[in-house]
Every structure is written in structure tokens, then in C-alpha cells.
């Protein structure tokens, strides 16, 4: 079975500051991907980033970076000088194989509120 | 323009009532899913189609049926329709054939209340 955990509930921070939305997922498969996605207090669902389970790269995308360690199951997002515009629900998600296959599991779920 | 659309964005019914929920793509995709998201934020995938053919179905109740007349509709029909049914649908579809690879990209949702 597969699962994802985000335990962070909530987050809030002031405007300008660093925060890191933390992930960890357990599956059995040898060939996964990992996802983040964004919901603002619109609703959508945005997606943010993909990574497959054998590029254990970080990846940066402006004041966004990604952390993804397979040794700890862990899949961290940071965002640089936060922005009012980032307060939002962010999910991280896995898709794996077997009777996974082809589904998202999502975590719980972090509501990230930056004030200003 | 839009993507992965929805209708209706909301819908407020009474229990017992039967409902449907459009989705639509104009992305090409060949694989589309429900998801519920509950009161808690909480999302779940409900069913997949590939090219008009379910190929996930998760424990779900006969309640509710997919239909998908062709690759770039998956409509979510809902019958006699319960309290516990309240919640957000989302409807998202990824190219190729729903593999693990596939990133999924998803409508606006539908927030369905019922009284």
C-alpha cells in the first residue's frame, strides 16, 4: 500500500520568510514519481513539479526548490521570501505501480498562510 | 482556452435527488478521473478512464457511475444522493494511459451540497 504524509496541518509565517512544506511517502515500488500541488483559496488544484523516483536532483523554479531524498522517503518543498499570493493548501502526492498504478495517493495536506 | 472544465461549479440538491457533473478536456488526453476531496482537504481518487474504458475503480458506491462518451468527457453521474455525499469534485486528465508517469491536471471542481 502506499501512503504519503504531510504532517504539518498548518503553517503560518510572515511575508519574506523561508518556509519548508515537509513530505514523506512509503511505497513498495522501485519506480515511482512524486508530484506537488497547490490549491489556492480559489479551489483549483495547480500542479507545481513531477519527479521520478530515479533523479534525486534538486530542482529550483524561482523562489520554489525542491529536496527529494529516497534514503528518508522525503520529498520537502521550500518557498524563498514568501509572498502573500503563496497562502494556500499544498499536496504532495505519489504515483506508483502495481494496483496503484495509473492513481494519485495524496497526502494530507499543509494550509501554508503568509501574512503580510 | 480552459483546459479541464467543470459544470456545474456548484450544486445544491436534496437527499434522494440524482445529479450529474460534466467534465470536459481540450488537451488531447486519453486518461481522465474523479477525485472527492472531503470537509478535511482530504483527496481520493474514484475512477479512471482510458480512451472511454474504465480502468480504475476504487470502493465506491453503485451510486455513482462514470460515463464517458468519448476521450475528452468523463461525466460522474450520482444517484439517490446522500448527506455524506457533500463534497468537492474534482475531475483531471493526464496524456498517454494513466501511467505513473502521467501528470495529472485538474478542473476548476464542483461543490456538491446536499441538504
Known amino acids: 500500500a502506499q501512503k504519503v504524509t504531510q504532517a504539518q496541518t498548518e503553517i503560518s509565517v510572515v511575508e519574506k520568510e523561508d518556509v519548508t512544506l515537509d513530505c514523506v511517502y512509503e511505497?513498495?515500488?522501485?519506480?515511482?514519481?512524486l508530484f506537488w500541488y497547490k490549491q489556492p483559496p480559489s479551489g483549483e488544484l495547480v500542479f507545481l513539479i513531477r519527479?521520478?523516483?530515479?533523479?534525486?536532483q534538486n530542482e529550483i523554479s524561482g523562489r520554489y526548490s525542491w529536496n527529494f531524498q529516497k534514503s528518508t522517503s522525503s520529498f520537502n518543498f521550500t518557498i524563498t521570501a514568501s509572498q502573500v499570493v503563496d497562502s494556500a493548501v499544498y499536496f504532495c502526492a505519489l504515483s506508483g505501480g502495481g494496483t496503484s498504478y495509473g492513481k494519485l495517493t495524496f497526502g494530507q495536506g499543509t494550509i501554508l498562510t503568509v501574512h503580510p | 482556452d480552459t483546459a479541464v472544465s467543470q459544470t456545474p461549479k456548484y450544486l445544491v440538491t436534496q437527499m434522494g435527488n440524482d445529479k450529474s457533473i460534466k467534465c470536459e478536456q481540450n488537451l488531447g488526453h486519453d486518461t481522465m478521473y474523479w477525485y472527492k476531496q472531503d470537509s478535511k482537504k482530504f483527496l481520493k481518487i474514484m475512477f479512471s478512464?482510458?480512451?472511454?474504458?474504465?480502468?480504475i475503480n476504487e470502493t465506491v458506491p453503485n451510486r455513482f457511475s462514470p460515463k464517458s462518451p468519448d476521450k475528452a468527457h468523463l461525466n460522474l453521474h450520482i444517484n439517490s444522493l446522500e448527506l455524506g455525499d457533500s463534497a468537492v469534485y474534482f475531475c483531471?486528465?493526464?496524456?498517454?494511459?494513466?501511467?505513473?508517469?502521467?501528470?495529472?491536471?485538474f478542473g476548476p471542481g464542483t461543490r456538491l451540497t446536499v441538504l
Open positions: 511505497t513498495r515500488d522501485t519506480t515511482y514519481y
Open positions: 478512464y482510458n480512451n472511454k474504458e474504465l480502468i
Open positions: 519527479r521520478n523516483s530515479f533523479d534525486e
Open positions: 483531471a486528465s493526464s496524456p498517454y494511459t494513466g501511467g505513473l508517469t502521467d501528470t495529472q491536471y
